[in-house]
């Protein structure tokens, strides 16, 4: 299925939208949805189809007071399929509240990322972003289009809202409530380990026994004060400091997320074709039971004592009151942990270089 569409259509109306839909519907081509290409298994692409791309439906509107089918008091944003995460960020600064969004810049908020589930850096406290999901707009396979809300077709507000992009009618748009300004307090950590680094191999093993603290690019509280998170960290830094684990803490706080994520939070890097990624979901129980946390941690060592990188995000979405069921998977809320495992080789690789690699 993989490849390349053979017709592309840059719409800007929900109007065109429906065009390409019949379309495709009554000549029989292989129809897709294409936002922003950051789908890891290549979905928003395939070969000979007929690729409807929504970046240009990226009206973001502010809704001062909103008044809908949801309970939700307060102001709201409805944005356009192709809007990212970096345009609704910028928004929501400039009217001074939050939005729950994850970190790339150019993840499309409207596209697969709520059609995901959405989740990170306000996810622990905020649950994901469907949980702010107050109504969508989509046209669905017959060419008709509704506005999907808690009131209004909840089947469908249901399945749109996590299970899964490209699926069940192609979105035009979506309207999120807002959460207030929110300070953020965090700190950044980097460190070389080894004869020569900051810290020794056996320092360092010690040091994340339990803790995933070995890079944190950034740790990241919201809605905390710096005086809050240093006592929240206080026995922690205490331990590190017994083990000798010396190593510069960059404390920073914020009044805003904005702040926040544009100052602390590093670009990906993804889609090149000499890297390969895998994930997991690793549950709570892993941390809390004894054995299983030896285990976990004896997994890291190895992927990383194999020449792997390990890039772990604090998930544990939070449950949040009153908002409508969605057909997102509920692991994300039992989940401490989402851990991306990551291996390279050379630009031209032997192919026993790239099995090599592969097998952590
Ligand atoms: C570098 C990187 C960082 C990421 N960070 C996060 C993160 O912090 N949090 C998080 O939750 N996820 C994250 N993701 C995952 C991301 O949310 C998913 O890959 C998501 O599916 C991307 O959606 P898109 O619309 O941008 O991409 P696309 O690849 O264009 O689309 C993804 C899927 O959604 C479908 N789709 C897109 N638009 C529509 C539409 N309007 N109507 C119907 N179907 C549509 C496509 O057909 C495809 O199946 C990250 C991914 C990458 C590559």
Avoid at 20 to 33: C, E, H, K, S
Wanted: net charge negative; hydrophobic share 45%; glycine share 10%.
């Amino acid at each position: 299925m993989g490849g390349y569409p053979s017709y592309s259509v840059n719409v800007s109306t929900v109007a065109q939208v429906q065009l390409a839909i019949n379309f495709a519907r009554n000549t029989g081509v292989r129809l897709l949805v294409h936002n922003t290409g950051h789908d890891y298994l290549g979905k928003s692409t395939g070969a000979n189809a007929l690729s409807i791309w929504t970046r240009h439906l990226n009206s973001i509107e502010f809704i001062a007071n909103y008044a809908g089918a949801s309970a939700h008091i307060g102001s709201a944003f409805k944005m356009g399929a192709g809007t990212q995460t970096w345009e609704l960020l910028q928004a929501a600064h400039e009217e001074d509240v939050s939005v729950l969004t994850g970190e790339c810049p150019t993840v499309g908020v409207a596209g697969g990322y709520i059609a995901g589930g959405g989740m990170r850096p306000l996810s622990s406290k905020y649950g994901l972003a469907v949980d702010h999901v107050l109504s969508i707009d989509v046209v669905t396979p017959d060419g008709k289009f509704f506005t999907v809300d808690e009131k209004n077709n909840t089947d469908l507000f249901w399945a749109l809202r996590g299970g899964g992009g490209g699926a069940f009618g192609v979105v035009t748009s979506v309207t999120v409530s807002t959460l207030p300004k929110l300070k953020m307090a965090g700190l950044t950590l980097s460190i070389t380990i080894g004869p020569n680094g900051d810290v020794s191999d056996d320092i360092f093993w010690q040091a994340i026994d339990g803790q995933m603290s070995w890079a944190l690019t950034p740790w990241i509280v919201p809605d905390m004060s710096l005086d809050e998170f240093k006592a929240m960290t206080a026995d922690l830094r205490v331990q590190w400091e017994k083990l000798k684990f010396n190593v510069p803490l960059n404390f920073f706080e914020t009044d805003n997320f904005y702040e926040a994520w544009t100052t602390h939070f590093p670009d990906d890097t993804v889609g090149v074709p000499n890297l390969r990624t895998a994930s997991r979901l690793i549950d709570d129980q892993n941390w809390v039971n004894p054995s299983l946390l030896n285990d976990t941690i004896a997994f890291v060592q190895r992927v990383i004592n194999n020449g792997s990188s390990l890039i772990g995000y604090n998930i544990r979405a939070a449950t949040v009151a009153d908002a409508p069921a969605s057909a997102t998977v509920p692991i994300w809320r039992d989940a401490t942990m989402f851990a991306i495992v990551g291996t390279m080789w050379d630009a031209v690789p032997e192919i026993g270089q790239i099995i090599t690699n592969t097998v952590v």
